[in-house]
């Protein structure tokens, strides 16, 4: 027998695609049967995201989200590749082995996507039920699972002595959390809705226990909250200075602080909008 090729030195973009290589071929056979019964939780069903260079598999919610029935029908939700992200700025999009930072990631689909795509993920999610549905989507596909860092928490602006809770904006949107903040601010009561009270903290905090290497790619939807955000998180810029920065800019304030913080920080202001105004900023 040969000995076979000699070990090579690699940096972490070349090990995460490695590792996704060695795992490509259990994920291209999916997660079905037993294993995807043991992975979804009550409520959950998976389903397929058509992304024609890296499919997979994701756990979505089984009613009552919008979100869920849009990906389940159409296999996407708002892009189908990183590359649209980065087309409404007429952007390159860094390499695999990059950093993509997921600021309120709901059940998840835009951090599955960029993982797949090789991407070390770092994905906000302060709702309880949505970071199940996370994980289950994680059980469906380990391959990306050691790239994948969930953190259970809201990036905003505390304030001494306030409470924050984040509730379901409608009854059939339920993975779409609005937060409240106040002194003992507390749910309402209605079973309709999810509620749940959250953990507040700044964006620039979290960045500071992480410590990561880098952050290239990122994507704030947190339903008008985006100002409180980017007020808390200055060293994103200062420190990091991401590549793409995507902001959800349909309302007009946050429009306009997303806006005031791209001239703040020479960042060029994309063309165009996705969907709810979804509006990009890439770096000079």
């Given at each position: 027998?040969?000995?076979?090729?000699?070990?090579?030195?690699?940096?972490?973009?070349?090990?995460?695609?490695?590792?996704?290589?060695?795992?490509?071929?259990?994920?291209?056979?999916?997660?079905?049967?037993?294993?995807?019964?043991?992975?979804?939780?009550?409520?959950?069903?998976?389903?397929?995201?058509?992304?024609?260079?890296?499919?997979?598999?994701?756990?979505?919610?089984?009613?009552?989200?919008?979100?869920?029935?849009?990906?389940?029908?159409?296999?996407?939700?708002?892009?189908?590749?990183?590359?649209?992200?980065?087309?409404?700025?007429?952007?390159?999009?860094?390499?695999?082995?990059?950093?993509?930072?997921?600021?309120?990631?709901?059940?998840?689909?835009?951090?599955?996507?960029?993982?797949?795509?090789?991407?070390?993920?770092?994905?906000?999610?302060?709702?309880?039920?949505?970071?199940?549905?996370?994980?289950?989507?994680?059980?469906?596909?380990?391959?990306?699972?050691?790239?994948?860092?969930?953190?259970?928490?809201?990036?905003?602006?505390?304030?001494?002595?306030?409470?924050?809770?984040?509730?379901?904006?409608?009854?059939?949107?339920?993975?779409?959390?609005?937060?409240?903040?106040?002194?003992?601010?507390?749910?309402?009561?209605t079973r309709k809705k999810v509620c749940e009270e959250v953990r507040?903290?700044?964006?620039?905090?979290?960045?500071?226990?992480?410590?990561?290497?880098?952050?290239?790619?990122?994507?704030?939807?947190?339903?008008?909250?985006?100002?409180?955000?980017?007020?808390?998180?200055?060293?994103?810029?200062?420190?990091?200075?991401?590549?793409?920065?995507?902001?959800?800019?349909?309302?007009?304030?946050?429009?306009?602080?997303?806006?005031?913080?791209?001239?703040?920080?020479?960042?060029?202001?994309g063309a165009h909008r996705g969907?709810?105004?979804?509006?990009?900023?890439?770096?000079?």
């Amino acid at each position: 027998r040969g000995r076979g090729p000699l070990p090579v030195k690699m940096g972490h973009g070349s090990r995460l695609l490695l590792a996704l290589a060695q795992g490509a071929a259990s994920a291209r056979a999916g997660c079905y049967g037993e294993c995807e019964r043991a992975c979804l939780g009550r409520g959950l069903v998976a389903v397929n995201v058509a992304n024609a260079s890296h499919p997979f598999r994701m756990a979505v919610y089984a009613r009552h989200d919008i979100v869920s029935h849009q990906i389940a029908v159409n296999g996407f939700w708002e892009i189908r590749s990183p590359r649209d992200l980065a087309a409404l700025a007429d952007a390159e999009l860094p390499p695999p082995g990059s950093t993509f930072l997921d600021i309120g990631a709901n059940m998840g689909y835009y951090s599955l996507l960029f993982a797949k795509a090789g991407f070390r993920v770092i994905a906000f999610e302060p709702l309880v039920h949505n970071r199940r549905a996370i994980e289950a989507s994680l059980c469906l596909n380990p391959d990306i699972k050691p790239f994948f860092q969930l953190m259970p928490v809201a990036a905003g602006r505390p304030e001494p002595g306030h409470t924050c809770v984040v509730e379901s904006s409608t009854v059939r949107n339920r993975g779409n959390g609005v937060m409240r903040c106040g002194p003992g601010e507390q749910c309402s009561g209605t079973r309709k809705k999810v509620c749940e009270e959250v953990r507040l903290t700044t964006l620039d905090q979290m960045l500071a226990e992480l410590s990561p290497s880098t952050v290239d790619v990122v994507k704030i939807d947190v339903e008008g909250a985006e100002c409180d955000v980017l007020g808390g998180g200055q060293t994103l810029f200062t420190r990091y200075r991401p590549k793409l920065v995507q902001a959800e800019c349909k309302e007009h304030h946050v429009n306009q602080c997303f806006l005031t913080e791209a001239r703040r920080h020479s960042y060029r202001v994309g063309a165009h909008r996705g969907h709810d105004d979804n509006t990009v900023i890439a770096s000079h």
